[in-house]
């Protein structure tokens, strides 16, 4: 699993709701509506977890699904990638 950092686009505002969270690109209105688990991933990732950090938060949220928090974050992250949602971190270093 990858070690690249990712968070949410400056542009995507994040707003938790009683079962989830809507994700809402500010440019274009677009939104999603995530389930709790995908919340648990939008939160974890927005604090520029590894899609590795982001496995193991899910694992030990749903344990018995532990096999496929892998998978399920890797699906996640192209998801959103591809949707211009979320983004490789900044790490500070400079070039």
């Known amino acids: ?4 950092r ?4 400056d542009h ?8 989830g969270a809507v994700l809402l690109n500010q440019r274009t209105g677009q939104y999603w509506q995530l389930n709790a688990t995908a919340t648990l991933l939008a939160r974890t990732l927005r604090r ?7 496995a193991a938060a899910l694992a030990a949220h749903h344990p018995a699904a532990a ?3 892998a998978a399920d974050v890797t699906a996640f992250l192209t998801t959103l990638t ?3 949602a979320l983004t490789p971190a900044r790490t500070g270093k400079t070039p």
């Open 6 to 9: 990712f968070t949410l686009c």
């Open 67 to 69: 096999d496929r928090a």
């Open 82 to 84: 591809e949707a211009g």
């Open 48 to 54: 520029g977890a590894t899609a590795a950090e982001a």
């Open 12 to 19: 995507i505002a994040l707003t938790e709701t009683a079962g």
């Open 1 to 4: 699993m990858s070690e690249r």
